[in-house]
């Protein structure tokens, strides 16, 4: 077994860390400050655009898609230690390396189910970084975590389809530039099987009858830079029926298929986060002293960061091997994997994370630090993309399916 990157990996860490150190992390304080200036804290800041221009010259563009047509052609296994250092920096390193979710899981859809029309019309865009989407799934009425439950209707009319139904929590949907939202629905609501019920459909933001309602916080934080959570209320949102993604009853499937990349990208980023609690955990202890020595010199901080650093480790390993299944026996192989690590990394960052504020005494939970906001942004992944509980009952259910 060899735990070496490989040449490739090694070569675009290198430069990836180098434009981090250049760029990114002196990019935090500026991206601040500029929206504090701007008409509407939904704008991209100025800062935002230089680093996405800065990125593309550097190749450092489209990472996360394995599709050599669209994206870098990188394996899962490449790309994971690349996600892991934009996550030290989420609120800015992967919008400027257009790898930022919703739109990295949108634009996968598009390479996979959509048509060649659809494809130049929306995804050209997105691969360019000229436009944001949305992914409007969760509804506020029922528990969504649960897809069949959904009831935002598409209804076919003639040559449309018309749209009627609430979403919220929907990612990047506040942002004006943010044009496409693919939008999930039931456009066969009494069909006999519950999982070709749904569809997806391409909704462009200014069809009459899309009402971006109001952003929806994360523990009072609003996620500026993602482009907030909307509530997105559609009224008789009529579209062409062309904009069916795939066919009628395709939904559920590609909600799936749309989750696992999703899943893996999401536990590399929290890696990466954890990483930085460690630094700025280790930098602020050995920094200040408190009854006569530094904190660092207290034992059950040492205990903190020691746990921290076996935990980092372990996660990597289950999240690098994971990485690894997809890319060789796939995402239905990877199941299990892609469960464990939606279950595991999520709930031990929030942890190294809680650990890292408290060192940080009230820095910790201000706004001086990221720690906070880290944290809340932890704290939404035990929920968003599938909430713990429901992975831990589909990953126990497949585990005792074995013994009876
Ligand atoms: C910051 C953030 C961003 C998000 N972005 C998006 C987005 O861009 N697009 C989008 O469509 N959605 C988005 N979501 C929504 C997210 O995906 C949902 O919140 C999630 O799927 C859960 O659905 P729900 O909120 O309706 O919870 P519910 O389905 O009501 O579940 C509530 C709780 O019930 C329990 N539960 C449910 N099922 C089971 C079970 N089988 N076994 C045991 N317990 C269970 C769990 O504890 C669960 O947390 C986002 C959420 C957040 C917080």
């Known amino acids: 077994m060899d735990f070496a990157f490989d040449?490739?990996?090694?070569?675009?860490?290198?430069?990836?860390?180098?434009?981090?150190?250049?760029?990114v992390y002196p990019a935090e304080q500026i991206e601040h400050e500029q929206r504090a200036q701007l008409a509407s804290p939904?704008?991209?800041?100025a800062i935002i655009e230089e680093l996405k221009a800065e990125a593309r010259k550097q190749g450092l563009w489209n990472l996360f898609l394995p599709d050599s047509e669209h994206g870098?052609?990188?394996?899962?296994?490449?790309?994971?230690?690349?996600?892991?250092?934009t996550g030290r920096s989420p609120n800015l390193a992967p919008t400027a390396l257009n790898c930022a979710a919703p739109d990295t899981g949108n634009m996968e859809v598009l390479a996979q189910f959509a048509d060649d029309e659809q494809k130049k019309q929306w995804l050209e865009p997105l691969l360019a970084g000229e436009i944001r989407s949305a992914f409007a799934m969760t509804e506020p009425e029922v528990a969504s975590s649960d897809a069949t439950n959904i009831r935002t209707r598409i209804e076919r009319d003639g040559d449309d389809y018309v749209i009627n139904g609430r979403k919220w929590y929907i990612s990047g949907a506040m942002n004006p530039n943010c044009r496409i939202f693919i939008v999930m629905g039931k456009t066969d609501p009494d069909g006999e099987d519950v999982r070709r019920q749904q569809s997806m459909i391409l909704v462009p933001r200014d069809t009459p009858g899309v009402e971006v309602r109001r952003a929806m916080q994360v523990y009072g934080y609003e996620d500026h830079s993602h482009g907030g959570h909307a509530e997105v209320v559609f009224h008789d949102v009529r579209v062409p029926a062309s904009n069916l993604i795939d066919e009628e009853g395709s939904g559920f499937a590609i909600a799936q298929a749309r989750l696992g990349p999703g899943r893996i990208h999401h536990c590399m980023r929290l890696i990466g986060m954890a990483e930085r609690a460690i630094e700025l955990m280790c930098r602020r202890a050995v920094s200040r002293e408190a009854f006569g020595k530094a904190i660092a010199q207290q034992g059950v901080v040492q205990n903190w960061i020691a746990d921290a650093r076996v935990t980092v480790e372990q996660l990597r390993l289950l999240?690098?091997?994971?990485?690894?299944?997809?890319?060789?026996?796939?995402?239905?192989?990877?199941?299990?994997?892609?469960?464990?690590?939606?279950?595991a990394t999520p709930r031990a960052v929030v942890d190294i994370l809680d650990k890292a504020v408290q060192v940080h005494g009230a820095g910790g939970v201000s706004q001086d630090f990221p720690l906070a906001e880290l944290w809340a942004a932890a704290r939404t992944l035990k929920l968003a993309d599938g909430p713990d509980e429901v992975h831990q009952r589909s990953l126990a259910r497949r585990e005792l399916k074995r013994y009876v």
Do not use: C, S
């Open 7 to 23: 040449a490739r990996t090694e070569e675009l860490r290198a430069r990836l860390l180098a434009f981090m150190d250049e760029h």
């Open 42 to 45: 939904w704008d991209t800041p």
């Open 72 to 85: 870098a052609g990188l394996t899962n296994l490449q790309y994971a230690p690349l996600a892991e250092i």
């Open 319 to 343: 999240v690098l091997k994971t990485a690894w299944l997809m890319d060789t026996v796939g995402n239905r192989g990877a199941h299990t994997e892609i469960q464990a690590i939606k279950i």
